[in-house]
């Protein structure tokens, strides 16, 4: 979709969204881009590694909306879920989710790439417009929202991130300061971190793994890291959760995710629960429609 406004060219935007196996949540993340977002010049590209099979499988659907000119769809076979044990102690989970942003992030060819989930749902039509709108500057990158780090779940540390589920990134910038390892999942034994300050002052994990204390760095954790301490340029990520131009971005979006997660577990109650809200919102979105 392209189009012009105050007589010029609107900066073009892509909406990336991995997906793998997300029941209804993949229909809800399409559908409510496309019935809700009137921002003229945007494209949408999903990154599919559902392997074409499986429990919770949309494939078809994604296939269908190919052909009908309203997604490019991107098949991909890796990020299996596997781990490498590294020489320091630390590991690599080759995560699907982390894997297909990174597909997606080397196909985008516009000027800014939005991230989303599958089972975010666009509620507000201005939502792109209001996020474009909040970078400002030539060392603006992005926008997300940031979590600082924390006790995982009194199992393990967590490392900050920038929460890439829904962020913003300006290409342009990007595409200098971009790292292959931005978007790995990984752990690391507590001895090895080097910031060990960042939970300074916070309640150790009380049931840490039997051979030590480790460190989770969700996906994202890179690209925080090196914005933190590898970023001669200045570069800067806007956050969401304090930005005054989007301190109601909890308006802008629903979300209904973690089914890509679960969907080996179609019965569990998480499932059975979410996927009924998301059955709601389309049945709400398609007659709206």
Request: charged share 25%; aromatic share 10%.
């Amino acid at each position: 979709m392209t189009g012009f406004r105050g007589g010029q060219m609107s900066k073009s935007a892509s909406i990336l969204i991995p997906t793998r196996r997300a029941f209804e949540a993949i229909e809800l993340t399409v559908e409510s881009i496309l019935a809700r977002t009137w921002y003229d010049n945007f494209r949408i590209i999903v990154c599919d590694n559902s392997h074409g099979e499986g429990v919770g499988n949309r494939f078809e659907y994604l296939k269908e909306h190919e052909r009908n000119g309203a997604i490019r769809l991107i098949e991909s076979t890796g990020g299996d879920g596997s781990w490498e044990m590294r020489p320091d102690g630390s590991s690599l989970n080759r995560y699907g989710h982390g894997e297909n942003l990174k597909i997606l992030l080397r196909a985008c060819e516009t000027d800014y790439a939005m991230l989303l989930s599958s089972g975010v749902e666009i509620l507000k039509t201005d939502w792109l417009d209001i996020l474009l709108g909040m970078l400002k500057t030539n060392k603006d990158l992005g926008a997300a929202r940031f979590k600082p780090a924390a006790n995982h779940f009194d199992t393990t540390w967590k490392a900050p991130v920038w929460w890439p589920n829904t962020m913003l990134l300006n290409m342009t910038l990007y595409r200098k300061f971009m790292a292959e390892d931005d978007w790995d999942l990984s752990t690391i034994p507590v001895d090895a971190f080097p910031h060990k300050h960042l939970f300074e002052g916070q309640a150790p994990p009380k049931n840490p793994d039997p051979e030590g204390p480790t460190v989770f760095c969700d996906t994202g954790y890179n690209l925080w890291r090196r914005l933190e301490y590898e970023n001669p340029e200045g570069y800067r990520m806007v956050n969401l959760d304090t930005n005054p131009s989007a301190l109601e971005w909890q308006r802008m979006f629903g979300f209904y995710i973690g089914l890509d997660r679960n969907s080996h577990r179609p019965e569990h109650q998480f499932v059975v629960t979410q996927r009924a809200s998301i059955r709601n919102r389309l049945r709400i979105l398609r007659c709206q429609n």
